[in-house]
């Protein structure tokens, strides 16, 4: 049973270096193939990459788990009362740093003059300002 897991240990260290020598490299960490876009894996890995995460979210909702972290719910909606804490002070971090840099809190782009939004982000907000006080 060692031996096995002295074996596991090994093959996965090899992926790893593999995995590392690929990104290092600009391939896909895959397939090996030539990036054809911005990130670790090529178009059509990305592209089922994608479907199995959208699929493992959709089974775990059913199982009445946290999709982040895969425990059990502790409440409703898809994330666990910690991931949801987590997820919350990243975007309060995020916030803080793009206000500081003066970009566009929302989206990233260079805000409005002194505001914290672009005009983009800001007009989205009055529209959505305009329907809320119609209803």
Aim: charged share 35%.
């Amino acid at each position: 049973m060692a031996y096995r897991k002295n074996l596991n240990t090994r093959q996965d260290n090899n992926m790893n270096e593999l995995r590392q020598y690929r990104k290092e490299n600009g391939l896909c960490v895959y397939c090996g193939s030539s990036l054809d876009r911005k990130g670790s894996y090529c178009r059509d890995r990305n592209r089922l990459n994608n479907i199995w995460q959208r699929n493992m979210r959709i089974r775990q909702a059913e199982q009445r788990k946290c999709v982040s972290c895969s425990n059990p719910l502790d409440r409703e909606g898809l994330f666990c009362c910690r991931c949801t804490n987590n997820l919350k002070l990243r975007a309060r971090i995020r916030s803080a740093e793009r206000r500081a840099k003066g970009l566009c809190v929302q989206c990233g782009e260079i805000a409005e003059g002194r505001r914290s939004q672009c005009r983009k982000c800001l007009d989205k907000l009055k529209e959505r300002r305009k329907l809320n006080k119609n209803f």
